[in-house]
Every structure is written in C-alpha cells, then in structure tokens.
C-alpha cells in the first residue's frame, strides 16, 4: 500500500483565492504571517550606508526552521508581487550586491534571531534604484510528530494523505546608487457601490515618475455637504515599484453608522510614513451626488 505527503507552500494552497482579493485592492502589509514575524518589513539603504539588519521571532507554540533567500520580484500593474525569472525593460535588480547572514534559522517558541544584510557595490555602479527580496521559508518539520502513519492513522487497506502548509514571507531590499527621485499623482477616482456584505470602494490608480519607488500610507475622507468630514478608508504602507508607472487599486470605504455615501466629497490622500516624515505625496478628490 502506498502512502504519500503533499507538502504545498501557503501561496500555493491559496492563489486563486489571494489573487481574486488582491487584484485591485490594497491590503494591509502585516509585520506578522501566521507564527513569523518580520521587523522591519522593509529595507532602505542609500548614500554610504552598507548594512542594515532584520528581525526574524517566532511567534508560536513550537520550534520553527527558517531557510532565507535572495529572490528576485517585480510589481504587477494590480500590485501583485510575482516572481522575477528574468530581466524585463528598466528592471534593475540587487540580489548579486546583497550578503546575508544566517542562510538558516532554528527558533524555540518567543525566541528572536537578527539577520545581517550588507552590500557590495561594483565599481562604475549605474545610478537608480536595485531591489530583490529577502525570503523567509519555513522549512518542513522532520520530526517524529509529523510522521505519516503517526499523524494520519490511516485505516488498513486505505490511502492516507497529509497536506502539510509551509509559511513564507519576503520583505524588499533596496539599494539607492547615485541622485534618485519620485513623483507620484492620483488618479481615475471612482466609487464602487455596496454589493452583498461587501462595503463599498474607492477605485483608483497611482502615477509614478522618476527612478525611485514611492512609499507611504493612503486615507480617504468624506466631507458631507452637511456636517463634519470623517475618515472612511485608511491603507498603511503601501510601495509602487520602480519601474511601474502606474499602480491600480481599491480601498475599501466605512461609513458611521447611518451616514449616507452620497452628496459632499471623497478626498483621497497619499502620505510618506510617518517615520519618514508624513509629507503629502499626492492628493485628489472626487465630488459625489
């Protein structure tokens, strides 16, 4: 008799499902997946600046084994990161610049470890910005509780199978050489109605120009033509990537209860983080009726 373990990754098992919610919408990027977390969730380094370091904790029950990567991603026009297999027009990648240390990690439940990042610059580097991202696998469990005949007790004559979900997660490193700038613009504002249990939206598209990415948090504020503006939509770090021009998206909009999404302004702003300052980047507003 036969007895076979799937091992599948978290994206794999969810893809169709990920990819239907993520399409146009702007999700909340999370310092946490599952037991891991990642501090920070990005990566900076600019002028001379040659190392940075991450947090990685286990946040579980249990120890974990991690495995990190350099991989290489890009941006797709919906904000869908993907696998980069190869070099496409104005894609400037830094996985041959970055040096990591530990390539592994085994971490008891609440215990930390802090991962190395440095650069290597060739001479006559090209300005512009260099990105690829640090993965972190979590590597299948060998021990004797996840064995098949002791997890699956499959009765006799019977095929048993165990699905086994692996939790990974990537963070950007990014690498500035030389003058780099970014302008970005909002743009295609339109309102999408309640459907269901779903709340309505606010669709829309960044614009970006320059050779830097842009970074920063997006809110939504509705101005009633009678009363008080209110928040009503708010998306914290959200990235488009060199080289996207353009990135499309949706926010999700919550009213106070029993105020209508009709009449007055929706004004929908684009801020650096907070720990960056909080400069507006971009601003634009759309009258309702």
């Excluded at 008799?1 to 978290?10: A, I, L």
């Excluded at 999700?27 to 600019?46: E, G, I």
């Excluded at 120009?209 to 509705?222: E, R, W």
């Amino acid at each position: 008799m036969t007895f076979r373990t799937f091992t599948t990754t978290r994206s794999q098992v969810a893809r169709s499902a990920i990819g239907a919610i993520t399409g146009l919408a702007l999700l909340m990027p999370s310092f946490a997946y599952a037991d891991l977390m990642l501090y920070p969730t990005r990566v900076v380094m600019t002028g001379n600046q040659r190392s940075a370091q991450v947090e990685i904790v286990n946040r579980g029950d249990k120890p974990e084994t991690y495995r990190i990567n350099i991989v290489n991603r890009r941006m797709s026009e919906t904000g869908e990161i993907v696998t980069a297999d190869k070099t496409e027009a104005g894609e400037l990648f830094a996985d041959n610049m970055v040096v990591y240390t530990p390539r592994q990690v085994t971490l008891q439940p609440g215990q930390s470890q802090t991962v190395r990042v440095s650069v290597r610059k060739p001479a006559g580097l090209a300005e512009g910005e260099y990105r690829s991202h640090l993965q972190f696998d979590r590597v299948a469990d060998a021990t004797a509780a996840s064995d098949l005949e002791a997890t699956a007790k499959p009765e006799k004559g019977q095929v048993a199978i165990v699905l086994q979900a692996l939790i990974g997660a990537s963070i950007p490193v990014i690498i500035r050489q030389g003058q780099t700038s970014a302008t970005v613009t909002l743009g295609e504002l339109a309102v999408i109605p309640a459907k269901g249990d779903t709340p309505p939206a606010l669709g829309f598209a960044f614009h970006r120009k320059g050779n830097q990415s842009v970074y920063g948090d997006v809110t939504v504020t509705f101005a009633p033509t009678k009363g008080k503006a209110v928040d009503v939509g708010k998306v914290a770090g959200v990235a488009v990537y060199v080289p996207n021009d353009i990135r499309k998206a949706q926010i999700p909009l919550t009213l106070p209860k029993g105020m209508a999404l009709q009449g007055g302004s929706l004004t929908l702003r684009y801020h650096e983080r907070a720990d960056a300052g909080g400069k507006l980047m971009a601003e634009a507003n759309i009258i309702l009726p």
